[in-house]
């Protein structure tokens, strides 16, 4: 890494928790590559202290981008002044970057990173019938991202079923007839995706009902941290390709480095 | 550079303007060697957001300690739950950390890094007139360290006359009959220290009337960027010894580094 100054850019990802991260490193080390002097720098903001903790963070003038994770994705894009077409139906952000004119812009890279992570490995989701478990930031874009890459049906739960229903309506809305209610019952399907915290704690139950996963199954987690997930470890012994949580930040990574980069040249031009 | 996660402690160091600092990269650099897994990232809170953007960085649970720098010395006190003997006398930090029983502490290294900087380089202060321009944070830590180190009388003086009748207040009650207010006229003392803004910017008039100058003595700034200042230029033209803001700098990063790293031994205690 070249030295850090007082002139080097500042990314921050927030977070809670936050330890869990792994984009820092790996973003951090492709802005050095790349000759831009930036760093992407975590940040644990609690829950509570969301709304009056990052008004502040993006009035540093010093911040050029701020990345977002796990409980923030809906709050922080209540903070921008422009989001894009998908960020706004889902109303739900992993990156926000401040705009030449004033404002910050916000956009949602999740589902599009699982996506791009499964069809990098040779799971295009086009023509699959789809399960999501977890209807929060990650589970609402990646179940947007694969109705938009031709998934012809997709079974979601969330114990939260106000978001569950949420979430639901927003898919009826945006994909008429496409999406449903599951129960936790994948028999049936070709693509499994955890996108809930379970799992990120070693006693949490499974986010799904293995039992009925087929063998010539895909199964997808978000967690990055452990990994593999006992999702993970339990469609592997039934013979499943499966998707990690790294993987799916591979998938992002790029997207998330060009939205930081190009912000910085345009806030440098 | 070993890799940035989401469990390497975040240190911060705040300030407006921001881009001059020197104390991340070295003092980053210093902790990797050491095998402590911390940085140190500059954050440039704009004045008028302090109050509000200090406490929400103060209750992020990776962030181990909190360095300040120009104009929040006084301000980040305010916040502290506990100073220093100094930091409490002087009013202002240049350092705060998180204690493990709650709250945070604060202490203030500006004086003993400028001192400590002069006298490893052979000029100690003891028995010496010393003059000192500007009674902000840095030029108040500089006074009251120099009159600790015995210099047997100081003249100072700000354009701000509040700062300056305060801080000859201040040095009246803990030394008695040895601080004077200055003209900038700096005939007869040995030692002259810049504690001032004036240098940051090129068109900056001089901090003192250079012409009072003897050539034997020490010219001191604590700007370090610009180096040399257009004070220590002229002073060297009138053959005076300088030492430039990175000189009080080096001083001070061991002195920090310990107070961020003893901070992070007790955390994790």
């Known amino acids: 890494m070249t030295a850090l100054t007082g002139k080097t850019r ?67 894009a209540r903070h921008c002044a422009e989001l894009s077409p998908r960020a706004a139906a889902l109303g739900a952000i992993n990156a926000m970057r401040r705009r030449p004119e ?16 499964l069809s990098d490995a040779g799971h295009a989701l086009a023509g699959k019938a789809v399960y999501v478990a977890g209807a929060g930031g990650a589970g609402s874009s990646i179940a947007v991202s694969a109705l938009e ?3 012809t049906r997709l079974a979601l739960h969330d114990p939260d079923t ?43 139950p499974l986010p799904v009902d293995v039992s009925g996963l087929a063998g010539n199954a895909v199964v997808a987690d978000v967690i990055t941290d452990p990994v593999p997930t006992r999702l993970l ?25 060009d939205f930081m980069t190009e912000q910085a040249r345009s806030l440098t031009k």
Chains 1, 2 share one sequence.
């Open 149 to 151: 890459a031709g998934a």
């Open 102 to 117: 004033g404002g910050w812009f916000g956009d949602n890279f999740d589902g599009a990173g699982m996506v791009k992570g």
């Open 233 to 257: 470890i339990e469609a592997e012994k039934r013979g499943c390709a499966t998707r990690d949580g790294t993987h799916m930040l591979e998938g992002q990574m790029q997207l998330l480095f």
């Open 162 to 204: 106000e978001k569950q229903a949420a979430l639901l309506a927003l898919l009826e809305r945006h994909y008429p007839g496409r999406a449903r209610q599951g129960q936790g019952d994948v028999t049936g399907f070709d693509v499994v995706i955890n996108a809930s915290y379970a799992g990120f704690n070693p006693n949490d």
């Open 10 to 76: 500042i990314n921050l990802l927030i977070g809670s928790p936050i330890s869990q991260v792994l984009a820092p490193g790996w973003l951090s080390e492709r802005m050095q590559e790349a000759g831009y002097d930036g760093l992407l720098v975590p940040m644990h903001i609690l829950p509570e202290r969301l709304d009056s903790a990052l008004p502040e963070l993006m009035a540093m003038p010093n911040v050029d981008a701020i990345l977002v994770t796990l409980p923030h994705k809906f709050g922080a």
